[in-house]
């Protein structure tokens, strides 16, 4: 079936440190890639999306690439701040006759000053 | 633009009990969907519609939770009765119509979902 595995947290980084947040999915067909976030006491944001694969999603300095050979959507920036403490889920969408997201268990991240 | 709108926010009740869930999609979407997150957990659909059919309900434990969309506008979820193990957030998210096998193209906005505690 399809699914999406994401790194367990919490991810704890100093502020401007590099992160990385790992995805990898499992899917049927060509699925498209997200990242959502959620911050605290907030619903959920789509942050970026890849409808293809080696397709680039970018957002806020956010990064992720669509890779088909190694099915991953890894989640880059170069420089966290501490506003972008959150969580972060992986999800994908496989179309169909419904476009309904397959999320992963999400990753906390914490960005300490 | 108005975000999509839920109510309760909060919600505890017994187990046994009965809860209801509103949600208000964003003007003009027509794809209304009802997600339950476990904590610890990702979000898993439990019901989506299009205008006021359901296009997908597989995932909706059917002996306890039952959805209504009426006049494909607002939508209410129900549960009744209610376990221990339904103790989880519900989010509502809409998306403009739906277009079978682009999935990529329709945006899902999340409203701010019902934390359900069930004792």
């Known amino acids: 079936g399809n699914s999406v595995t994401q790194m367990e947290g919490p991810v704890t980084l100093s502020e401007e440190a590099f992160l990385t947040i790992n995805c990898t999915y499992t899917?049927?067909?060509?699925?498209?890639l997200f990242w959502y976030v959620q911050y605290p006491g907030e619903g959920l944001q789509l942050l970026l999306k890849?409808?293809?694969?080696?397709d680039k999603g970018s957002n806020k300095g956010f990064e992720a690439t669509y890779r088909k050979e190694t099915t991953s959507f890894h989640l880059e920036k170069g420089s966290v701040q501490v506003s972008d403490s959150a969580v972060y889920f992986c999800a994908l969408s496989v179309g169909g006759a419904t476009n309904k997201l397959i999320f992963g268990t999400g990753t906390l991240l914490a960005v300490q000053p | 633009e108005a975000g999509v709108a839920q109510s309760p926010r909060y919600k505890i009740i017994e187990k046994r009990q009965s809860v209801a869930f509103w949600c208000n999609p964003i003007?003009?979407?027509?794809?209304l969907y009802w997600y339950q997150q476990i904590l610890g957990q990702g979000p898993k659909l439990l019901i989506q519609f299009q205008n006021n059919g359901v296009v997908d309900d597989s995932q909706l434990p059917k002996d306890r939770f039952s959805a209504e969309r009426l006049k494909g506008v607002d939508s209410t979820l129900k549960i009744q009765p209610a376990k221990l193990e339904d103790s989880a957030v519900y989010l509502c998210a809409s998306s403009l119509v739906l277009r079978k096998g682009l999935a990529g193209l329709n945006e899902q906005f999340f409203g701010p979902g019902t934390r359900l505690t069930v004792l």
């Open positions: 890849a409808t293809k694969a080696d």
């Open positions: 003007s003009g979407h027509a794809t």
């Open positions: 899917a049927t067909g060509y699925p498209s």
